[in-house]
C-alpha cells in the first residue's frame, strides 16, 4: 500500500502563491496516476488537477487552469501543486490521491489519500 503525507498549505492574501507537497512512501510511486482535489467547509470534494504516471501529461479543473501547476519527481516520490494567483474561493482542504487510473482518480476513485493540508486565502 502507498502512504500519502500532504504539506505547504497555510494562509495567504489573495493573489499570492502557495506549493504543496505530497509525499509517498514506498518504492512504487511511478506506477500511479497522482493528484490533488479540495474541499471547501459544506462543499463535495472537488477535483483540482492530475498527473500520469512519469509526468508526460496533465489536467486540470476549469477553474485552476492557468493559475495552477501539478508537477512530479518520482525520485523523490513527491508530487507538487503550485499554486499561483489564488482566490478567496481556492480556500478549501486539499488532498493528495494516487490511482494506476488516471481517469478513476479525476473521478475521485483514487485508491490511496493523504489527510488533507489546510489553504486559506484572505481578501
Known amino acids: 500500500q502507498v502512504q500519502l503525507v500532504e504539506s505547504g498549505g497555510g494562509l495567504v492574501q489573495a493573489g499570492g502563491s502557495l506549493r504543496l507537497s505530497c509525499a509517498a512512501s514506498g518504492r512504487t510511486f511511478s506506477m500511479y496516476a497522482m493528484g490533488w482535489f479540495r474541499q471547501a467547509p459544506g462543499k463535495e470534494r472537488e477535483f483540482v488537477a492530475a498527473?500520469?504516471?512519469?509526468?508526460?501529461?496533465?489536467s486540470y479543473a476549469d477553474s485552476t487552469k492557468g493559475r495552477f501547476s501539478i508537477s512530479r519527481e518520482n525520485a523523490k516520490n513527491t508530487v507538487y501543486l503550485q499554486m499561483n494567483s489564488l482566490k478567496p474561493e481556492d480556500t478549501a482542504v486539499y488532498y493528495c490521491?494516487?490511482?494506476?487510473?488516471?481517469?478513476?482518480?479525476?473521478?475521485?476513485?483514487?485508491?490511496?489519500w493523504g489527510q488533507g493540508t489546510q489553504v486559506t486565502v484572505s481578501s
Open positions: 490521491a494516487a490511482d494506476p487510473n488516471v481517469g478513476r482518480l479525476r473521478e475521485g476513485g483514487g485508491v490511496y
Open positions: 498527473i500520469s504516471l512519469g509526468g508526460v501529461t496533465t
